[in-house]
T-cell receptor
Framework: SQTIHQWPATLVQPVGSPLSLECTVE??????LYWYRQAAGRGLQLLFY??????ISSEVPQNLSASRPQDRQFILSSKKLLLSDSGFYLC????????????FGNGTRLTVT | AQSVSQHNHHVILSEAASLELGCNYS??????LFWYVQYPGQHLQLLLK??????LVKGIKGFEAEFIKSKFSFNLRKPSVQWSDTAEYFC?????????????FGTGTRLKVLA
């Protein structure tokens, strides 16, 4: 069966420090991969999605970037964190088919101090 | 651009009351619709989905949703809620755009069921 791993679960970082959140999927090949940010009262905001290795689409301009170095690995990064980057980040995957739902990881709670 | 609106941000009900959560979407093409649920301390889980066919779809735990194309709506319903239904509910649309499927979520509805 397919599983999705996301780490770390929680992270506290100072302003100006770099960020790297990692997500890996097992049990499927060539998944679509997504990064969302969840904020109270604002739902889930789509940040990035990827349909294949090295293919990244950005939904909103911001201080973050994403990379997909391997088929089932998706990384969310920042060179210098801002206070406004604090939030709950979710990785998700789907099969590239209209009938496929999204499958979410457990999320990373990022606090920038 | 595609968007999803959930008009009820917080709902409080007593056990056995009926539930209806509104969801409207904005997209001109063919859409696939989902409801997800997030129980306290847990990750998001799929509640039900609509792709085609019968516009009334049934999901887990007694939930159902009705797709009304003319109203661009996909409201979630449950005849009798339980305390264990306390959770946050998200409506989502899956639209094919720019060569892939993008999942756009609403802002969520926090449901609290009083025992």
């Amino acid at each position: 069966s397919q599983t999705i791993h996301q780490w770390p679960a929680t992270l506290v970082q100072p302003v100006g420090s770099p960020l790297s959140l990692e997500c890996t999927v097992e049990g499927t090949s060539n998944p679509n991969l997504y990064w969302y940010r969840q904020a109270a009262g604002r739902g889930l905001q789509l940040l990035f999605y990827s349909v294949g290795i090295g293919q990244i689409s950005s939904e909103v301009p911001q201080n973050l970037s994403a990379s997909r170095p391997q088929d089932r690995q998706f990384i969310l990064s920042s060179k210098k964190l801002l206070l406004s980057d604090s939030g709950f980040y979710l990785c998700a995957w789907s099969v590239a088919h209209k009938d496929s739902p999204l499958h979410f990881g457990n999320g990373t709670r990022l606090t920038v101090t | 651009a595609q968007s999803v609106s959930q008009h009820n941000h917080h709902v409080i009900l007593s056990e056995a009351a009926s539930l209806e959560l509104g969801c409207n979407y904005s997209y001109g093409g063919t859409v696939n619709l989902f409801w997800y649920v997030q129980y306290p301390g847990q990750h998001l889980q799929l509640l039900l989905k609509y792709f085609s066919g019968d516009p009334l779809v049934k999901g887990i735990k007694g939930f159902e949703a009705e797709f009304i194309k003319s109203k661009f709506s996909f409201n979630l319903r449950k005849p009798s809620v339980q305390w264990s239904d306390t959770a946050e509910y998200f409506c989502a649309v899956n639209a094919y755009t720019s060569g892939t499927y993008k999942y756009i979520f609403g802002t969520g509805t926090r449901l609290k069921v009083l025992a």
